[in-house]
């Protein structure tokens, strides 16, 4: 994951270009490589039945829960 960047939304605004190779979101970092990773692994499937509804709210407060 060298030289990888993010960018992370939060309810005031958003912060380009996050380092994740940094301690603080080496964790994080960890976390979404597996989920891409997974995600490019597992068979397309195209249902009608949507499991989960997700926003950017949803992801904003799972990151920043203050």
Do not use: V, W
Not at 26 to 55: G, Y
């Amino acid at each position: 994951m060298q030289y990888d960047n993010a960018t992370l939304l939060f309810q005031d605004g958003i912060a380009k270009g996050i380092n994740l190779d940094s301690g603080f979101f080496s964790k994080a970092a960890r976390t979404i490589n597996i989920f891409k990773k997974a995600a490019f692994r597992r068979k397309k499937k195209i249902s009608p039945k949507i499991l989960m509804q997700l926003d950017s709210e949803d992801i904003i407060k799972s990151h920043c829960p203050t």
